[in-house]
């Protein structure tokens, strides 16, 4: 019968603690720190939903939105610039020190803001199972704005 060594395990074991590190720290949540850069996605903590930056069939504009991440169409559920896509892949999504979501590109022109009047300088903004983008007060929890009360044409079983 073989054995294993020591020795030869260490390889393997230094290549699952890295897949694990990456793995564990994936996030669904954006911060002023932690925000979303053009090609990078955020998935919901179930993987049901995905948020990132997208482009229409044919088209070379790019938009930030929601959709299903488990579905064999791409189906977007929400589109935060919808009226206003961006030019090319420069695309940032972040929380700003105002405790606002703002879609800029690389020029940190804003092309979307969620324009919460009461929101504070201490939120998140986190993508949820049920497809809707919550931004809340880090530190109580509370809502002070979500995609489900501005709603695309897509239809999401859970949205209230």
């Not at 994936?26 to 995905?50: C, Q, R, W, Y």
């Not at 959709?67 to 064999?72: M, P």
């Not at 929380?95 to 690389?106: K, Q």
């Not at 969620?114 to 199972?129: E, G, H, K, M, Y």
Request: a neutral charge.
């Amino acid at each position: 019968m073989d054995t294993i060594s020591g020795n030869s395990l260490t390889p393997l074991l230094l290549l699952l603690s890295c897949l694990c590190f990456q793995v564990c720290n994936a996030t669904d949540t954006i911060t002023s720190a932690h925000f979303i850069k053009d090609p990078e996605i955020m998935v919901s903590n179930g993987a049901l939903f995905k948020m990132g930056f997208f482009s229409r069939a044919n088209s070379t504009k790019r938009y930030f939105g929601i959709w299903y991440n488990a579905s064999s169409l791409f189906t977007v559920t929400w589109i935060a610039n919808r009226e206003n896509p961006l030019n090319d892949s420069s695309g940032i999504v972040m929380v700003s020190e105002d405790g606002n979501i703002l879609v800029l590109n690389g020029q940190k022109e804003i092309f979307w803001p969620s324009n919460v009047s009461n929101a504070t300088p201490n939120s998140t903004a986190q993508i949820l199972d049920s497809g809707n983008l919550v931004l809340q007060d880090k530190n109580s929890g509370k809502i002070t704005w979500q995609s489900f009360q501005h709603p695309s044409h897509t239809f999401c079983r859970r949205w209230n």
